[in-house]
């Protein structure tokens, strides 16, 4: 591994687009975009993408600065693109603060992206509380003491603080934390992105006014 000198020398040297990348023809792609995710989504399955339900969240507090982390997608309606955290994390204080976002979804093995900007929501306690009892069980360990982004003073009390929530969920399974929130986005643009080997992208947006809008698409510049 070259040192800070050749760091620039050494991402240059690096494949981009190495292929063999997927194909896309837009004049074919439905009205909806959503069936286009749904689509693209099942092909990145079976081209073996690891991990292809792991999205990018994008989100900006009341100051406006931005943050950005590696989630995974845990449904997808007519209603949006659903994830979970507690409401007391950071970006459970940021879309309080300034409920819209961004994801992006990054298909590298066929060179693909999908981006999506709109306003999130916070779904209902009932449905909250079913997402929480449906996740594995370490997924509720990790959730139930619920202190995301908090000061740490050692890895020890992670392990000691986790071993507490598992006994508390043995003894109890349906237990709920009072903070566990599931967001969903509802987006006013998703634009997929299918990379070309000389750079000429392809890229396809779809944009409405409002959630309740009709659907415009167009093409973008590369």
């Given amino acids: 591994m070259a040192g800070r000198d050749g760091i620039r020398d050494l991402l240059r040297g690096l494949r981009v687009f190495a292929g063999p990348l997927a194909s896309f023809d837009p004049s074919a792609a439905p009205d909806d975009p959503v069936d286009l995710f749904v689509a693209w989504l099942g092909e990145a399955i079976e081209a073996g993408v690891p991990e292809p339900h792991a999205m990018t969240l994008a989100t900006a507090g009341a100051d406006g600065a931005p943050s950005a982390r590696v989630l995974i ?36 093995l066929q060179g693909r992206q999908v981006r999506l900007r709109g306003p999130v929501h916070l779904a209902g306690a009932e449905e909250r509380a079913a997402d929480f009892t449906a996740r594995p069980l370490e997924g509720r360990v990790a959730g139930l003491h619920g202190r995301q982004s908090q000061p740490l003073d050692s890895l020890e009390t992670v392990h000691a603080t986790a071993e507490e929530s598992r006994v508390r969920l043995e003894a109890d399974p349906g237990l709920v934390p009072d903070d566990w929130g599931l967001y ?5 643009e998703v634009e997929f992105w299918q990379a070309d080997p000389d750079r000429r992208h392809t890229r396809l947006r779809y944009r409405r006014a409002d959630v309740s809008a009709p659907w415009e698409r167009g093409l973008l510049w590369p």
Wanted: glycine letters at 8%; a neutral charge.
């Fill in 73 to 108: 997608l845990r449904d997808l309606t007519d209603e949006g693109w659903s994830f979970a955290t507690t409401t007391t994390s950071t970006k459970g204080r940021e879309l309080a603060d300034n409920p819209r976002a961004a994801l992006l979804f990054f298909w590298g």
């Fill in 184 to 188: 969903r986005l509802t987006p006013t």
